[in-house]
C-alpha cells in the first residue's frame, strides 16, 4: 500500500497565542504523519468562512470523528485536490458552517504535512513542486492599534515594516528585529506612559496617534538602514471595516476624534503614503467598498504603495474576479482559514496572480507555533509573507524560512518585488 494512504485522523481542543480555544488535527498516513493547529482572527472579514460550528471547537472536534474521518481513512493525503473536494462535500454548506472553515483548514494542511512526512520531502516542496527556489519578503508588524490592543492604542490596526534592501531570508529578519527594537526604545521616549506593552501579535502598543506612531517607526526603519546599509520601507494595515460606522457614513478615529467620509478617507491615506513613502497599504477602506479600493489604487500607483486587500477579499475567488473587473487592488492578503482548504487557496493565489495582484501569505491575529505558513507562502510562491516580528508563534514561521533557505541553499533567492 502507498505510503500516503490516510489511516487515521484525531482531532483535539488546544489554545491558541491570545489563549482561545483552537481546533488541532493530526493525520497518519501508512508511512507519515502530519499535524496542524488553525488560527484564529480578531477582525474578521464578513466574507470568511465560519471559523466553527455553533457549538466551537468541541462540535468541531465531534465533526471530525463522526463526519470527516470515515470518509477520509483510505485515501491518498497525497491527493489533496479530492481531500479538500471531500471536506466541502461533507460540510454541504457555502461557508463550511457545519464542520467549521478552522476545522477544514486543520485537516486540509494536516494532510498536507502528512503527505510531505510519507513522501520524505519538506512541505514547501511537496506543496510547490521541484522547481521551487524564492524566498519572500518578512512584512512584519511593529506597531499595533486598533482590535488588536483592545482601542487603547493607535486607530490604525498595524504599522509595519518590509526590508526591501535586504539580499538573503537572514538580513531581511535582522532588520525586523532591529526595527522592532530600536522602535520601541523611541516609543519610550516619545510616549511617557508606554510600558513596554504589546498588542496580540507582538507589536508595540503606545498611546499614540497614527501619524506620531508612523513617525516614530520612520525614524526607527530611518536608523536601522543607516545601520545595515539597505533600505527598510513602512506600510500599514488600517483594518478600515473596524472604523467604519454605517450610521454615520464615515470612518470614525476615535483616538484622534476624527470623521473621514470615503473621499476623506482616501486623501488622508494618499497623504500618509506620499509623507512616510509607504509601499504598503491594506484595507484602507471598508470591505465592502470596492470602487473605492478602485479609486485609491488608481492614485497609488503613480507613488509606487501597494493597495491589499484582505477583509475585501477573504481569499475568495469570486471577490477577487470582482476586484480584478475593477482594478480594485494591487496585492491580496491570503489566509487559508478564511476559505477553509488548501486547493481553495492556491486557487485564490492563481486567480489573484492572474489579475496582477501580489499574494502576500498572512499569519492570524491569533496563531500557534505551526510553522505551516512559512512553507506555504515558498510553496505557491507568495513574494511577501506577514508573520509579525516577535513572540514564540511568530518567530516560529520566521525561523522556519531560515530553514527552508538552508535547505535550498545555493539556488535560493529572495522573490522580485513589484516596487521598490
Ligand atoms: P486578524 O487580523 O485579527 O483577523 O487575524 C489580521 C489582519 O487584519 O491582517
Ligand atoms: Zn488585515
Known amino acids: 500500500m502507498s505510503s500516503t494512504i490516510i489511516e487515521d485522523i484525531r482531532a483535539r481542543r488546544v489554545f491558541d497565542s491570545r489563549g482561545s480555544e483552537a481546533i488541532e488535527v493530526e493525520v497518519f498516513t501508512v508511512g507519515g504523519y502530519g499535524r496542524a493547529i488553525a488560527p484564529m482572527g480578531a477582525s474578521r472579514g464578513r466574507g470568511e468562512a465560519m471559523p466553527y460550528p455553533p457549538g466551537g471547537v ?26 479538500d473536494k471531500v471536506l466541502h462535500e461533507v ?14 483548514y486543520a485537516i486540509s494542511m494536516a494532510t498536507a504535512a502528512a ?48 526590508p526591501v534592501g535586504a539580499t538573503d531570508v537572514l538580513e531581511a529578519l535582522q532588520a525586523n528585529f532591529l526595527v522592532h527594537r530600536r522602535a520601541g526604545e523611541l516609543l519610550a521616549r516619545a510616549d511617557p506612559g508606554f510600558t513596554g506593552g504589546r498588542g496580540d501579535e507582538g507589536a508595540w502598543a503606545p498611546k499614540l496617534g497614527t501619524e506620531e506612531a508612523l513617525e516614530v517607526l520612520a525614524k ?22 473596524t472604523l467604519w460606522r454605517e450610521e454615520e457614513n464615515a470612518y ?16 488622508f491615506i494618499l497623504e500618509l503614503v506620499e509623507r512616510f513613502k509607504l509601499i504598503y497599504v491594506e484595507d484602507p477602506l471598508a470591505e465592502e467598498d470596492f470602487e473605492g479600493f478602485a479609486e485609491l489604487t488608481r492614485k497609488a500607483r ?3 504603495c501597494l493597495i491589499c486587500g484582505d477583509d475585501l477579499f477573504v481569499t475568495s475567488v469570486e471577490r477577487i474576479a470582482r476586484g480584478a473587473e475593477l482594478g480594485a487592488a494591487t496585492a491580496i492578503i491570503i489566509k487559508p482559514n478564511q476559505v477553509g482548504t488548501l486547493s481553495d487557496t492556491a486557487d485564490a493565489v492563481r486567480a489573484a496572480r492572474e489579475a496582477g ?15 505551516h505558513l512559512a512553507h506555504l507562502a515558498v510553496g505557491l510562491r507568495c513574494p511577501i509573507i506577514k508573520t509579525g516580528v516577535l513572540g514564540g508563534e511568530r518567530v516560529a514561521k520566521l525561523n522556519e524560512l531560515l530553514r527552508i533557505a538552508e535547505e535550498l541553499g545555493e539556488v535560493a533567492k529572495m522573490a522580485k518585488l513589484p516596487v521598490a
Open 115 to 162: 503527505a510531505s512526512s510519507s513522501l520524505g520531502i519538506s512541505l514547501f516542496r511537496h506543496l510547490g513542486g521541484s522547481l521551487v527556489q524564492e524566498l519572500p519578503y518578512p512584512l512584519g508588524n511593529v506597531v499595533g492599534g486598533g482590535k488588536h490592543v483592545r482601542g487603547r492604542g493607535p486607530d490604525v490596526q498595524e504599522m509595519l515594516v518590509l
Open 220 to 241: 526607527a526603519c530611518e536608523d536601522v538602514a543607516g545601520e545595515l546599509g539597505f533600505e527598510v520601507r513602512m506600510g500599514l494595515d488600517v483594518a478600515a471595516s
Open 252 to 267: 470614525v478615529y476615535e483616538r484622534e476624534g476624527m470623521k473621514r467620509d470615503r473621499g476623506e478617507q482616501v486623501d
Open 302 to 304: 503613480r507613488l509606487g
Open 58 to 83: 468541541s462540535e468541531a472536534v465531534a465533526a471530525v470523528e463522526r463526519l470527516v474521518t470515515p470518509e477520509l481513512v483510505g485515501l491518498d493525503a497525497a491527493d489533496q485536490r479530492l481531500v
Open 357 to 371: 495582484m501580489v499574494p502576500v501569505a498572512s499569519h492570524r491575529s491569533g496563531e500557534s507555533t505551526d510553522p
Open 91 to 104: 460540510d454541504g454548506t457555502k461557508d463550511f458552517s457545519r464542520i467549521g472553515g478552522n476545522t477544514a
